[in-house]
Every structure is written in C-alpha cells, then in structure tokens.
C-alpha cells in the first residue's frame, strides 16, 4: 500500500534503531525518502540499500544541534525533491548520571541534541510546510518524559518534546500542518541490549505484554500519525510501550 506516494519524508536520526524502521517504513509505503544522521556513512548506506539508483532516497550526514548543518541539509532535501511533506523528529542521544554526579557537559549534551536540534530540524521543515500548506510532524519522544532516575536531562527533553507538539500543532492547524508524537516504551535495540540481562528481565515484567517492543511496531504508529487515517489527529501523544506505563 503505497499510503506515501508523492510525498517527500525526512527522517532525522535515521541510519539506525528505531530511525532506520522508520525510514523504511516510509520508503515501502511510497515516500521520497531523506535520510538524516550524525553518522553520514550510515545514512547513506541506508539511502543507497534502499534505492541504488539514488532517484528517491538520500542519505545526509547532519549534526543537528548546529542549525547551518541543518540548514544545508533541509536545501539540499528540497533542492532534490522539491518539498518537505513529512518529518519525524528522531534524532535523539543519552547521557544518563545520578542527578548529583550529572555533570554540566552531559546536561548540555543532551539538550543541544533533544532540544535545540529538534527546534532546528522543525523550523527549517516548518517554512517549507507553510508555505505549501501541507505538513505532517512526527516527534519521538519517549515514556521516560514521565521522569526516570538517572535521566533528569533525558526525560526533560522528552517532556519538552510533547509540549513542543502540542504547541506547535495549535499553531500548525491554520496551515494544514498536523503535529504529533510517540513515545516509545522499551524497545528491542542495540542501545537496549547493552542493560545489564537482570535489569532487563525487570523491565520486561513492568509491561502489560511481557515483551519488548520492535522497531518496526514504533515505524507503524508513526506512519499512522503522518497518513491520511489520521487526518483527524493533532497534538496527541500515542504510547507505544506494551502497557508499561500503567503497571
């Protein structure tokens, strides 16, 4: 089902994880794809794994926390295919400490990249959304906005993010721009794989479904966000966290 033919999305935080199911997802269901990572190597590899020929997908190396790089990149997306029709916010880092050995430099980190690189990476998309008339936004927050030990800098990017999409979908509506976002529970990562098994065993049993999630089933709740099914959603924030946050 091609739910994404015509449309241009970029995903930003994509050669890998939960960014690189996206990515596909988009790819499959018709979209022009761009690529957008830190990891320009990485991208590309997706980009080009994807569509050898170059003609519908891009892989851009992309810092963004620094807006010129963002910048570059958003003219270059545009200049390749035309428009900006749908992006996903994905583009996301840890630096996790007990609050009291948290050092300024991992707080820093963390809201350069969850914060201000999701400031840049929507605004540069916004202009082109607005213009058009036409936008579909999708932010990647995550059930730690509720707070975690360990990661006062983490989920306090992550609460920022879900009102950021509220804020911006009040003021997208006018202009046919939908904003939402997902917040993923624990899912089956590299970055996850790497907990200590017993840690893991406990977060396991803190979900309704006893399970990790998959990437792929994040991907799927994002595509719904950015189609036409949900042409009716604005400003929501959907779980996708196999019930871990009523348990």
Not at 32 to 47: E, P, S, Y
Not at 91 to 115: L, Y
Not at 146 to 167: C, I, L, M, P, R
Request: proline share 1%.
């Amino acid at each position: 089902m091609a739910r994404f033919s015509g449309r241009t999305a970029v995903v930003t935080g994509g050669a890998q994880g939960i960014g690189a199911a996206i990515a596909r997802k988009f790819y499959a269901e018709g979209a022009r794809l761009a690529v957008m990572d830190i990891n320009a190597g990485g991208a590309q590899a997706l980009a080009a794994e994807l569509d050898a020929t170059g003609q519908n997908a891009i892989g851009l190396g992309c810092n963004v926390a620094e807006r010129s790089e963002v910048t570059a990149a958003f003219g270059a997306i545009a200049a390749k295919f035309g428009t900006v029709d749908i992006l996903v916010n994905n583009a996301g880092i840890t630096r996790d400490a007990i609050f009291h050995k948290m050092t300024e430099k991992q707080w820093d980190d963390v809201i350069a990249v969850n914060g201000k690189g999701l400031f840049n990476c929507t605004q540069e998309a916004w202009l082109i959304m607005k213009a058009q008339k036409y936008g579909r936004i999708c932010n990647i927050s995550s059930t730690n906005a509720s707070g975690e030990a360990g990661q006062a800098n983490y989920a306090f990017t992550k609460a920022g993010a879900v009102a950021f999409t509220k804020s911006l979908a009040k003021e997208g509506g006018r202009h046919n721009i939908r904003v939402n976002c997902v917040r993923p529970g624990m899912i089956d990562t590299d970055m996850m794989r790497a907990v200590p098994a017993d840690l893991l065993r406990d977060m396991v049993e803190r979900t309704a479904l006893r399970r990790f999630g998959l990437t792929a089933e994040v991907a799927d709740a994002v595509a719904y966000l950015c189609s036409d099914e949900a042409s009716w959603v604005t400003g929501e924030e959907l779980l996708v966290c196999g019930g871990f946050m009523y348990r």
